[in-house]
């Protein structure tokens, strides 16, 4: 596979897990009350900004070869982080809704399952 096609996949994954997250976060925030609301609804429009961002190192097409070349290493930093942090995410929020739902567990019962 060559780079230029490795590096669209990555970006196409990339924007997918953004959007996967800022739906999550702000799905939880809409049925939440008081400041767990807020806090839900700041993550989610807290990843769309970061999302912007990385689409702005992604999009080369009038930049300089010197800045072309900064993006580059800016970005293959940045998708490392991007991806275990979304990969874990994806992961570990069903998992754990699976847990509270099966289970039953109540806040008390959690605090007892981590001590």
Known sequence: MSPEKRHAIQVHYVKLSFWFAW????????????FSFIVLLAMGWGIMLIYYETIKLTDTKNDTEILKKRKKAMWESSI????????VLIVVIPVVILLVYILGITKWSFVYLFR
């Open 80 to 87: 490392v982080i991007a991806y275990l942090t979304f990969r």
């Open 23 to 34: 739906f999550i976060f702000t799905l939880f925030g809409l049925f939440k009350e008081g």
